[in-house]
T-cell receptor, first 112, second 117 residues
Framework: TQLLEQSPQFLSIQEGENLTVYCNSS?????LQWYRQEPGEGPVLLVT?????EVKKLKRLTFQFGDARKDSSLHITAAQPGDTGLYLC????????????FGQGTTLQVKP | AAGVIQSPRHLIKEKRETATLKCYPI?????VYWYQQGPGQDPQFLIS???????DKGSIPDRFSAQQFSDYHSELNMSSLELGDSALYFC????????????????FGPGTRLLVL
């Protein structure tokens, strides 16, 4: 069974601080996706990483896919209150049908 | 850009009743996925369809069934509802490309919040 372990599960920081969220697995994924979810809403895609070692940047967010394609990280620089939300990593399941396996999520609170 | 549409957005049912959730994928997307997200939990895969055929099955109860229609929209039918079925139900869509069926990124709808009383 493929599992994604996401850490930390909760994070409360001050505006302007940096943070990193980790997503780890013992399984290899052909791709990993990062989503942000607001309460009561659907997950919104932030990025998809496909190539081992790949780094993608989205404004103050930097995403990295591990060389072995078993782990990924999300780094936020100078966090702002608008970054508050639930961040989910998700990998494609082993069935090659596209179903996603989600991590437990990281609830981020950025205080002004 | 058009997004995934789900209806209804909110639904309240009594125990043992039935419910039907609808999903309209992004235009030209041929694959639909259903996920269930309980309070404070991550989304769990239920079932998926590609070109109107079931392509994968996850932790979907036997009381639930789903199908994808000729216009690619999908419906999740839930019978004999139980209190534990209260959750957010998400539909996502994607497009498979090429002979290798490389699956593209999934885009999620806003979800249907089901409350079973």
């Amino acid at each position: 069974t493929q599992l994604l372990e996401q850490s930390p599960q909760f994070l409360s920081i001050q505006e302007g601080e940096n943070l990193t969220v980790y997503c780890n697995s013992s399984s290899v994924f052909s791709s990993l996706q990062w989503y942000r979810q607001e309460p009561g809403e659907g997950p919104v895609l932030l990025v998809t990483v496909v190539t081992g070692g790949e780094v993608k940047k989205l404004k103050r967010l930097t995403f990295q896919f591990g060389d072995a394609r078993k782990d990924s990280s999300l780094h936020i620089t100078a966090a702002q209150p608008g970054d508050t939300g639930l961040y989910l990593c998700a990998g494609d399941g082993s069935s090659n049908t596209g179903k996603l396996i989600f991590g437990q999520g990281t609830t981020l609170q950025v205080k002004p | 850009a058009a997004g995934v549409i789900q209806s209804p957005r909110h639904l309240i049912k009594e125990k043992r009743e039935t419910a039907t959730l609808k999903c309209y994928p992004i235009p030209r997307h041929d694959t639909v996925y259903w996920y269930q997200q309980g309070p404070g939990q991550d989304p769990q895969f239920l079932i998926s369809f590609y070109e109107k055929m079931q392509s994968d099955k996850g932790s979907i109860p036997d009381r639930f069934s789903a199908q994808q229609f000729s216009d690619y929209h999908s419906e999740l039918n839930m019978s004999s509802l139980e209190l534990g079925d209260s959750a957010l139900y998400f539909c996502a869509s994607s497009l498979r490309r090429g002979v290798d069926f490389v699956v593209e990124t999934q885009y999620f709808g806003p979800g249907t919040r089901l409350l079973v009383l």
